[in-house]
């Protein structure tokens, strides 16, 4: 089992999860596997534990990653620390393949996250899951800091408010917006605090990332996997594309 190659041109390519094709989303050895490969960026997904903590997870509960289901953001640090994530991977006709329990397969902190890309060079794609208390993004950047890997990181968001404190406090840093749509409404926001686009990859046209790199935003997409639409999504120019198993 590996990764599907295609001709991604000019276009950078974006591990979504990590290698999640492959190996467990959000899991070390998915992080690790992305780092040993092509990819441009490792993606991920931040929450904050009920004492402060990051960890990096999709869902806001454990149950459909992990054996035993938790509310993570109600949660201390040492309760997730002991959640086992499920060894899951696709089978032939791409349906989930589960064994049994895996000792290495921990929810990852954030720290852990950024220690594995800044080993491999991967620029961090890094997503605040819900909306952040200010005080937490200030945190969230201060470890970042620490670690000594600020240039290398893209914060992503679905939440506005997360974008535009973001932007307060980081002025010069790589921030796209996440959506699932793209209108007038949503290019005015763009442009108001300087940010980039992370749309999903059925709602591009070749004329909508046109506009968008007419106004000097780029473009990353998610999450495609299939081989033809990426390609046609390099001929459009899109800068970046998120996805679970191309390279």
């Keep these: 089992m ?5 001709n991604s041109g000019g276009t950078k390519m974006i591990a979504h999860r990590g290698l999640s094709g492959l190996e467990t989303e959000n899991s070390i050895p ?3 596997a992305a780092g040993n490969r092509s990819y441009y960026g490792v993606e991920t997904d931040a929450h904050v534990t009920k004492d402060g ?3 990096v997870i999709h869902d806001d509960n454990t ?5 035993d289901d938790i509310h993570v953001e109600a949660s201390r640090y040492e309760l997730i620390r002991k959640i086992c994530l499920r060894d899951t991977w696709p089978d032939g006709d791409g ?7 895996r000792q290495d397969l921990i ?3 954030l720290r852990e996250y950024i220690t594995i890309c800044r080993k491999y060079g991967k620029v961090c794609i890094l997503e605040l899951k819900n909306e952040f208390a200010p005080e937490d993004i200030g945190r969230i950047a ?3 800091r620490e670690l000594g890997y600020m240039e290398q990181v893209t914060f992503i968001s679905f939440a506005p408010n997360n974008m535009i404190r973001l932007r307060e406090l980081l002025p010069d840093q790589e921030l796209y917006y996440l959506t699932c749509e793209y209108n007038p409404e949503i290019l005015r926001f763009l442009k108001r605090y300087r940010l ?3 749309i999903h990859y059925k709602a591009l046209t070749k004329e909508i990332v046109q506009e968008l790199h007419g106004e000097g935003i780029l473009v990353n997409c998610w999450t495609c996997d299939d081989k033809e639409e990426a390609e046609q999504l390099v001929s459009w120019g899109v800068d970046f594309i998120t996805t679970n198993r191309l390279e």
């Design 2 to 6: 590996d990764t599907i190659k295609i």
């Design 30 to 32: 998915a992080f690790v």
């Design 53 to 55: 903590r990051f960890v």
């Design 63 to 67: 149950g459909r990653v992990a054996w």
């Design 95 to 101: 349906e989930p393949v589960t064994t049994e329990e």
């Design 107 to 109: 929810i990852p902190n």
């Design 142 to 144: 201060a470890e970042i």
């Design 196 to 198: 980039n686009l992370d």
